[in-house]
């Protein structure tokens, strides 16, 4: 059976490679019509009083959305912006515009399902239906060796059986052609950060990468990790770096927002492996991908436990709430320079590095003491790659309430910055008044501890107050 019309409702999936809802519509329907929902509840602040979505994400998603228009108008298609509740516009805009379906891909948490549910039931009630696809991840569940509810909670079980008994399925096609309704104007325009509510991100020049939103240039970074550089024969070696555009592939930006497919990266490093070269560091970034896909998973299995304080685990931990020390680690003045450089690259970038977020999330958690559902709320708010899941499970794991909880995934600071960060360049680069300090120079890792700079005779308290937080800390 053929639709007359229906609509594809873009949501985490701004792309027109390997995306199934849009083939899926264009397979069941004559005419098919592209929608994007601006909805004000992704623009609200949070009860931390945090933008939801801060500018470098925002500004991220408009050229997504810019590209995708483009790329939709090549196709002899466009597409239409509507302002609200995706579950009441797209309702109202269908019955306007005699939809008979609405196509659109499945999200995984609590928020998002419930638009999902409702967008089923005011459909219902006009007669319209509503068909969703499973396409964020490498494996599809179905294909899964085990059903969501019996997941394994270790990650390295589910990785080892899904490698041996699951298949990553095919790519779906780039439409050339997209057939759309000769009479529909084009409705409602890309918002500008402003009408947003939001001011522009200005980005530091001393960011690792200058992150710019869509599927064409999703595709070109892909094209120089692989193809141009070969970056991704080095991968594991490199991927725990803190500086530079290559150290790790910096494709979660386009993955987040579905610029990138998952599985068209996958497709692409096995085709590297063939024509180029297939080595340990090949693989470990499909291994990372599948972290991603657990975390989906997980979350999936989990339901709204992974915003609750005791994640997934028995409630048995107090945490702070205390917001003069959360401010002291958001704005980066804890005093520890190694923390304090990770949040201002966070808060003046977007981005941050695996290695910082794990520390600097494991430092809120675990030696502050603090409120961890606070850190991982201070990211959603502030990372340019915001992906729920893989944000609030990482969290959830970091602070010991996730999967396979352990004590042993405390960092230690001083070591940390020995291994990682040996000379100090990446605290220099975003601590630049620590060099100012007359007769400091960040030269020895171990010398990165409160403790040890007051051992050089340095007060920061007194000498620096903008660059230290005071009051009884860890
Ligand atoms: C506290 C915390 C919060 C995080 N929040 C997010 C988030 O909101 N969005 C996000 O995409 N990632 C998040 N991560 C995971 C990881 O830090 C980023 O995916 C990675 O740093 C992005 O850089 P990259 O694309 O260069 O990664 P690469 O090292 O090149 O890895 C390739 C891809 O694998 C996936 N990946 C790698 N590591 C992880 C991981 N630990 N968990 C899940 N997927 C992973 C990502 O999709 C990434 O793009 C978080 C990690 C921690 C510790």
Known sequence: MKYKRAICWFRNDLRLHDNEMLAQALRHSEEVIPVFCIDPRSF?????????????????????????????????????????HPEEVLVTFAEQNQVAAIFFSEEVTYEEKQVEKALYLNGKKKGIATQSYWQATLFHPEDLP????????????????????????????????????????????????????????????????????GETQGLKRVEHYLWETDAIARYKQ?????????????????LAVGS??????????RKYEKEVEKNDSTYWLIFELIWRD??????????????KRSG???????????????????????????????????????????????????FLANDMGLDWTWGAAYFESKLIDYDVCSNWANWMYVAGVGNDPRSDRYFNLTTQAKNYDPDGDYVRQWLPELSA?????IHRPDLMAKSDLSALGINLGTDYPHLVFKPKIW
Request: aromatic share 12%.
């Open 44 to 84: 609200q602040r949070t009860p931390l009083n945090l933008e939801k979505t801060g500018p470098f994400r925002a500004n991220f998603i408009r050229e997504s959305l810019i590209d995708l228009e483009k790329s939709l108008q090549s196709t002899g298609a466009d597409l239409i912006l509507l302002n609200g």
């Open 146 to 213: 085990f059903p969501i509810p019996r997941l394994p909670e270790i990650f390295t079980t589910f990785r080892k059986a899904c490698e041996k008994e699951s298949v990553i399925r095919q790519l779906f096609p780039t439409p050339v052609t997209i057939p759309f309704p000769a009479e529909l104007k084009s409705t409602g325009t890309i918002p500008s950060l402003g009408e947003l509510g939001l001011e522009s991100p200005n980005p530091s020049e001393k960011a690792v990468l200058s992150f710019m939103g």
């Open 238 to 254: 490199t991927r725990n770096g803190l500086t530079g555009a290559d150290y790790s592939s910096k494709f979660s930006p386009w």
């Open 260 to 269: 990138l497919s998952p599985r068209w990266i996958y497709a692409e490093i």
């Open 294 to 307: 657990y975390f989906r998973f997980i979350s999936k299995k989990h339901g709204d436990r992974i915003f």
């Open 312 to 362: 997934i685990q028995p409630e048995t931990r107090v945490w702070k709430q205390d917001n003069l020390l959360f401010n002291a680690w958001a704005t980066g003045m804890t005093g520890i320079p190694f923390i304090d450089a990770n949040m201002r690259e966070l808060n003046q970038t977007g981005f941050m590095s695996n290695r910082g977020r794990q520390l600097v999330a494991s």
């Open 437 to 441: 300090i007359p007769g400091f120079r």
